[in-house]
Nanobody
Framework: QVQLVESGGGVVQAGGSLRLSCAAS????????MGWFRQAPGKEREFVAA????????RYGDAVKGRFTISRDNAEITVSLRMNNLKAEDTAVYYC???????????WGQGTQVTVSS
């Protein structure tokens, strides 16, 4: 099993920035990919970004391209999501996820709330 713990959520004004972090522990070798998803009230879960531990390959959702940056620290086994130029529509619970590849996730964190005020 892989355990994931998110941190860094909060309230920020539109145009501001936040940084989310996800710490992984347990059998982390079972998960080559770490990603972020989000879910706003009344909406389906949406892919945000992901990165591979092995070579740092990353992928972004269309809604966040150019504004969000995902990075990894292999030594600390953490993944971060830097969110710039935040918009009201970025308000959601953000979940860290892990899986074997960029298209498959089977480990999830508890989520952290991000609220962008306009």
């Amino acid at each position: 099993q892989v355990q994931l713990v998110e941190s860094g959520g909060g309230v920020v004004q539109a145009g501001g920035s936040l940084r989310l972090s996800c710490a992984a522990s347990g059998r982390t070798f079972m998960s080559d990919v770490m990603g972020w998803f989000r879910q706003a009230p009344g909406k389906e879960r949406e892919f945000v970004a992901a990165i591979t531990w092995s070579n740092g390959r990353s992928r972004y959702g269309d809604a966040v391209k150019g504004r969000f940056t995902i990075s990894r620290d292999n030594a600390e086994i953490t993944v971060s999501l830097r969110m710039n130029n935040l918009k009201a529509e970025d308000t959601a619970v953000y979940y860290c996820a892990g899986g074997p590849n960029l298209d498959s996730y089977n480990y999830w964190g508890q989520g952290t709330q991000v609220t962008v005020s306009s």
